[in-house]
């Protein structure tokens, strides 16, 4: 084979918000009928704080057909094709303020606010449809449905097994839990049990992180808000913590012990914490001489952290840049897994190939394999020979990155 | 001189607890005979979950006398001449279950559910007794002032002027902020001009972290708590990022752009995460390529975070262990303040001498003199010479060292 497998650990789609109302169950439309004018609102209103409208407009330009592959089949191929991408994992949230389900039931679940029973109907709408979109090219498209497992356990539990009978392939779950449990709480076990024996894998995606302490106040009337110095320079320096919080709380709580065959990425958040947050864990885990006051707290776990994260845990690793490349010995060089992040303006597309290339050049041919792809196939338990037709027409030429 | 100059950069004193009503306002005496008990139990109950009680009884087994240093002047010059120490950073919380100031005014203020009166209340009397005691020996004791500042700018700017007319040095700041305003916010640039102006050292000490998340309701009856695993690894995982919290809302928020002469100590929350925080924070300031589409976030900085870090900050690297002498110079030669932790039994007394050896044996004398006290000694703008009688009579001696 001269050109490598390339899968995108992070894409993103969604439906223009209006048309989620057709996969909604039926008594929930009426709520819809309300919600989304004022969904479209704050999502704007958000996407404002959150993106320069001319850098965004610009970039858009000339681009606004293979943009509506955020949703439209034909034109998602056509946007794989050009990037060389063979496979896809499809999280929610296509275009950034324009394709959330509905209910706030996207990225940044949960949203406070929002009754839960709203949420669990907007989560399963889109599950829906990305379960229709993806048995369009089954063999390219891993799809991720969205599980606000929170709240519900035995909800959560039953979504993940239609989610499974409709061929998706793994769940997201909500980064931040407010006042609720978080993931070492025993009562999840039913959840992990049930991801762990119908081979779904787990995500958490990057983005929430505590914004109003960032920002002030998202909900404010304009009047009133405050618009804080060095907020954003916060956000991108915080963000990334929030994403491992739910790692960390699994870590200790020894599910990956209790549930040896689990698997969790974390997506978007970079790979550069890796190596010295398995070292802090480490330590932690077996320093004991500055701790003994502590009690026993670590032999309930009979491997160390770095060892869990070793058999159960690979980082979709967006925008990847050189330097990470360079430090994928230290991150874990079966963890790496690549990603587009298409169709969101931080990602690569439509600039892939020339990315990939700054990114990757040089390095030994195996690991480049692994990364951009080999990781993924083997994380995800994907089918290479029926990616193969795909690779040998669309997949990036081996010898350019020599 | 053939003895080092050491200044411990992290000690705590106390009183037990019902000797604070003296010094309290004669108004708020009746509330502090309501809360005594009631604080008591909770501080005694939060203790059992932080200290396994065998182990700490065994260690206080024959030390009492030297253990009433918390409060004891006579006895805690004992301790200091002891551990080699010719001064000292002092906060509040002694002996670990037994010396909080009233009203929740101690290491992790602001405490939910007390009035905001009577948090400074406790506050003020702490303060009171604290500069009593430096008094005893002023060039010996940097007392740090506790300053609930979150409530109240106005308030905080005039405990600051009171605490450096009555020979306190520094001011403690609450690491966490709940539902009240971050350190970002324009409204604390009072304060920050006070400390400035009076050369008051600003400290955030370890501790505080969002334990309800780690351990459940920490107020809720015994028959409601949930003992949740992994709580304690989750603590000492996390722990450290809550105490930096407070530096990166100041370093982005232009704090010390605006204020060139403020200075800040991060202590007791190891120096180990120096080196990446700074390689972060710097990334993030200077990569514009992937985050252009959020606009201009960096620009009002004139400097980079790791210059500002080289600046204005500090670090008390208490209970400091080999490997961060080892990594000196990627944290800051200039940066690290050791301190021995008394009279916590995470410290290093009474064992100070011994693990002083292990961690500086063998590295070069001047950098030994600075981490050990000279870095504090500039920092806090000490007067060496007022110090040298002491170092002359009960500093480590170089020769041990080499």
Chains 1, 2 share one sequence.
């Not at 509905?102 to 990225?107: D, E, H, I, V, Y």
């Not at 025993?186 to 983005?207: N, R, T």
């Not at 994260?309 to 360079?326: L, Q």
């Not at 969101?344 to 041919?365: I, K, N």
């Amino acid at each position: 084979m001269d050109r490598y497998l390339v899968v995108s650990s992070d894409c993103h789609a969604g439906l223009p918000p209006e048309q989620y109302r057709a996969y909604l169950d039926p008594q929930y439309r009426d709520a819809f009928d309300v919600a989304l004018p004022i969904q479209i609102e704050l999502t704007q209103a958000a996407a404002k704080r959150f993106l320069v409208a001319d850098i965004n407009d610009d970039w858009r330009k000339g681009r606004e057909d293979l943009l509506t592959g955020a949703w439209d089949h034909e034109q998602r191929l056509r946007v794989l094709d050009g990037d060389g991408v063979a496979a896809e994992v499809i999280f929610p949230d296509g275009i950034t303020e324009m394709n959330m389900p509905p209910f706030g039931a996207g990225l940044s679940m949960p949203t406070e606010n929002i009754a839960p029973e709203l949420q669990w109907a907007g989560a399963r709408s889109h599950n829906r449809w990305l379960a229709e979109l993806c048995q369009m090219a089954p063999e390219r498209h891993i799809g991720v449905a969205i599980v606000p497992a929170l709240w519900d356990v035995e909800e959560a539990v039953r979504e993940v097994e239609w989610a499974r009978t409709n061929g998706l392939q793994g769940i997201m779950l909500p980064v931040q839990w407010g006042k609720l449990s978080p993931y070492h709480h025993p009562k999840y076990d039913p959840l992990w049990a049930a991801c762990q024996d119908h081979e779904m894998v787990i995500h958490f995606h990057s983005g929430p992180a505590p914004i109003e302490d960032y920002f002030g106040k998202m909900d404010a009337p304009p009047e009133e808000r405050e618009d804080l110095p060095g907020a954003m320079g916060i956000y991108i320096s915080e963000v990334a913590f929030y994403l491992v919080r739910p790692l960390t709380f699994m870590m200790w709580g020894g599910v990956f012990e209790r549930f040896p065959r689990l698997k969790v990425v974390l997506t978007e958040g970079t790979s550069i914490w890796v190596p010295e947050y398995l070292a802090l864990l480490d330590q932690r885990y077996s320093n004991t001489h500055y701790s003994a006051k502590l009690g026993d707290y670590h032999s309930h776990l009979k491997m160390k952290p770095s060892e869990y994260f070793a058999r159960n845990v690979a980082v979709g690793a967006s925008c990847m840049p050189r330097r990470e490349a360079e430090l994928r010995h230290e991150i874990g060089i079966e963890q790496i897994m690549w990603g587009s992040d298409y169709p969101h303006p931080e990602g690569s597309w439509p600039y892939t190939p020339d990315q990939m290339h700054e990114t990757f050049h040089g390095l030994p041919e195996n690991e480049i394999a692994a990364m951009l792809g080999g990781n993924a196939v083997r994380f995800y338990g994907l089918d290479a020979e029926k990616l193969a037709p795909h690779v040998a027409r669309i997949g990036p030429e081996k010898a350019r990155f020599r």
